[in-house]
């Protein structure tokens, strides 16, 4: 058999991207060699990115030779941590292009940064937040402070058959609700879950109808780059271990300075006031980044922010985004290509064919031979047993799961009507149907080992049929 890039040598894929094929490879014996020597096959990159062993080295040397200090202070230690982490700061604003028009603001992950929007955007009974079916829960919790103060919250669906956004129906939906008092329109910059690149043009098109707009692009910036200066998202989710893989419990908002004093923020705590008083209950909020983070910043991470930014801008964001797509372009072909000897697919990739609208990551369903589908428990304890680390589920995006897997209004309407409390398990059983699929994603240090395991794996599966339950 051919090995995977042998045959990648003779597609499509332009030559930039095969001349690359040393460089990663020399990556991956430099920075991830751990994953040879523990015969590891990584394709969760999405799920967390792995993190290069100089950046460690780094870090590490940073801590057990400086001294540093909480940053609520001027005495020399905690100077030298707030140096650091205004270094760490500017290194993000200047690696989104940023710097002149955006703060940002350092939370605990992407989904602390959304939670900032939901409680602090204006939200009353004449709002309207509309949001894509293909969102991350973290911006489908938005809508729980929407409906809270009484606003109107909707969605709008993605296509069936690619996964992406239909754009006729967009505009209707954006349309419906351009009367509203304060709008909101949130959708990722590209699905944690099928992959698909949405259409960034539409943030400038939502903005001119009054809309603000939040970009989550968590998924997105781990292997494309962002320029806040092509693009003016009012707000930005942005997670770093999704990026580098160290530190985890660090991301940011990038929030737009035109859009600041919108938010209004319900609570103060430690570093976000310049001034309170116990006897009047006055206070003064902190401006600029200071007035959204609440306590003290994770003051010893931070710097390693700065050091991963770094090691992203040596790779370079547009010779890690054309790798990613060349990636996907060939796994994609050589995985649709797999049959059972009936002629029936042993796999469904979901979403649009054309890979420019696709990032690095993508989800699939398994068959047998009659067409019967694979529980993705099944298949991913299969895939554990050759130490293949791919992930299975719902990824924390139902809407995604709810289109794939054919679930209507009606059906979702009366298991939740019937129940207090439910899991995937129950609804399956209720429903008759289906749900979660298979995600794979690559990145940085993803090279032809992996892919070919993968593709063999995918092999040992032909003409099985299903005789295994669900493993405990």
Request: aromatic share 10%; with cysteine; charged share 25%.
């Amino acid at each position: 058999m051919k090995s995977f890039f042998q045959r990648f040598r003779k597609g499509s894929t332009p030559q930039s991207n095969i001349a690359d094929e040393d460089y990663f490879r020399s990556l991956r014996n430099r920075e991830f060699s751990r994953l040879d020597k523990e015969n590891h096959v990584y394709l969760d990159y999405t799920g967390g990115n792995l993190y290069p062993e100089s950046l460690l080295k780094k870090h590490h040397k940073l801590l057990s030779e400086g001294v540093l200090g909480n940053p609520h202070s001027s005495n020399p230690t905690s100077q030298k941590a707030t140096k650091l982490v205004e270094e760490a700061r500017q290194a993000v604003l200047d690696f989104f292009n940023a710097s002149d028009d955006y703060y940002c603001v350092f939370t605990q992950n992407a989904s602390a940064a959304l939670k900032i929007i939901g409680e602090c955007y204006p939200f009353n009974a004449n709002s309207s937040l509309v949001m894509l079916a293909d969102n991350h829960n973290s911006v489908n919790g938005i809508r729980e402070f929407c409906k809270g103060k009484t606003g109107n919250a909707v969605y709008v669906p993605v296509q069936y058959e690619d996964l992406r956004i239909n754009d006729e129906v967009l505009n209707e939906e954006l349309t419906k609700h351009s009367f509203s008092e304060s709008k909101l329109f949130a959708f990722p910059a590209q699905s944690n879950v099928s992959g698909v690149k949405h259409d960034l043009r539409w943030i400038e098109r939502a903005q001119k109808m009054g809309y603000h707009v939040l970009l989550d692009a968590a998924a997105y910036v781990p292997a494309n780059p962002l320029d806040l200066k092509s693009i003016t998202p009012d707000f930005v989710s942005v997670s770093f271990y999704k990026i580098f893989g160290y530190p985890t419990g660090i991301g940011c908002l990038l929030l737009r300075k035109s859009t600041y004093d919108i938010l209004q923020k319900p609570w103060f705590a430690g570093g976000t006031v310049t001034l309170v008083s116990v006897a009047s209950q006055e206070k003064f909020l902190a401006e600029g980044h200071e007035r959204f983070e609440d306590g003290t910043l994770d003051y010893v991470n931070i710097p390693a922010v700065k050091m991963g930014l770094d090691f992203m801008n040596e790779i370079g964001m547009q010779r890690l985004q054309n790798r990613m797509k060349a990636l996907i372009e060939e796994a994609i072909s050589r995985l649709s290509a797999i049959k059972h000897d009936n002629g029936k697919p042993v796999l469904r990739i979901f979403g649009p064919a054309d890979v420019a609208h696709r990032g690095s990551n993508m989800i699939m369903n398994f068959f047998d031979p009659e067409g019967n589908v694979y529980p993705f428990e099944l298949i991913e304890d299969k895939a554990n047993k050759r130490m293949i680390s791919i992930r299975s589920g719902c990824f924390c995006n139902p809407g995604i799961d709810e289109i794939n897997n054919c679930l209507s209004n009606d059906e979702l309407a009366k298991y939740y009507v019937s129940r207090d409390k439910g899991d995937y398990y129950d609804m399956i059983k209720f429903l008759g149907k289906m749900r979660g699929a298979i995600r794979l994603s690559v990145g940085m240090a993803t090279v032809e080992s992996d892919l070919q395991a993968f593709e063999n794996f995918v092999q040992s599966l032909v003409n099985q049929q299903i005789t295994e339950g669900i493993p405990a």
